[in-house]
């Protein structure tokens, strides 16, 4: 049996669909690291073919005892990724700590380490979209859970570790197995929901004078591409550093929105509501992965547009209107 994979967060959003990426390539000697919780995230497991599920505290009492069995690669996905989490010494723990000790473990144990960043920590985007080495340092980010993402990214920078670890930075996922999130889920599920409920969608009207109502954009980018990168990193263990994962085409919420009606067959209804002020200062009104780097490395597959994405996505969830033919 080849050795092992880890995947933490493994039952989320990104995990459950990367695991499912491994499973269509054969690979089945998995180990998924997560916390099912209350809600219905177990759902996200249904169909995968894994070895075991350990719960985070779990995994990091057999990363310290050693009690694991031979690892070549450790995706580790799993954190708090609310951005309006306002418990910092939490997201300290689990977004910082717990990626350094897995980061440690791995290097020390030659097991290849994949780790998700986060394009929160571009803040405003004052010092733009560049994952260069030496743009990382300058970066501020707007809310704790970027931070608590770029003190690690500071910390691999600074001890070398870049050299030998791959690190993602992603933008606006959206896709399949995200329905657990709640309010975290992206505006496309929530659109395609109200849509069809009310025959309407509701985006932020804009706060600032530079931007019309809906025309603040977003690199949204598809699961499926997301997944496809981060594979990139692993069948490539010679490319290492923190690269951004994204579409590196920036697009509207109102695009984004029109894209949803288009799928579902609808005509475009649309309601611009106030952005609540408790996020205003927090709000990024644009992001575009710039995707040189990566490119460079050589990741040379073109992504889903942003109308394709849609129509896929709520095809698999079974919203499209059904085409009967002629």
Known sequence: ???????????????????????QRGE??????????????????????????WGIDDFRQRVRTGALPEIATLFHLGACSATDEADAD???????????????WSLKNGTR????SSAATYGNGAQGYSDADAVTPKLRPLNMYGYSKQMFDLWALRHGHLQA????????????GEDHKGHMRSVVNKAASQIMEQGKVQLFRSHRPDFADGEQRRDFVYVKDAVAQTLFYHDRPDV????????????????????????????????FIDMPAAIRGQYQYFTQADMTKARAAGYTH??????EAVQDYLQILGMTPVDRGS
């Not at 880890?6 to 499973?23: H, Y």
């Not at 670890?165 to 399949?176: E, M, R, S």
């Open 90 to 104: 939490y997201l300290l723990d689990n977004n910082y700590r717990t990626t350094r000790e897995l980061c440690e």
């Open 28 to 53: 089945a000697n998995l180990y998924l690291v997560d916390s099912l919780g209350l809600d219905a995230k177990w759902r996200n497991l249904a169909g995968l073919a894994f070895e075991d599920l």
């Open 240 to 271: 290492s550093g923190l690269f951004n994962c994204g579409t590196g085409q920036a697009r509207s919420w109102e695009n984004l929105a029109q894209a949803v009606f288009a799928a579902l067959g609808q005509d475009p209804v649309i309601e």
């Open 302 to 307: 073109n992504c889903f547009t942003l109308e």
């Open 1 to 23: 049996m080849n050795p092992a994979i880890v995947v933490t967060g493994g039952a989320g959003f990104i995990g459950r669909n990367l695991v499912e990426a491994l499973n």
């Open 113 to 116: 380490f994949i780790y998700a």
């Open 165 to 176: 670890i791959a690190g993602l930075k992603y933008f606006n996922v959206f896709g399949p």
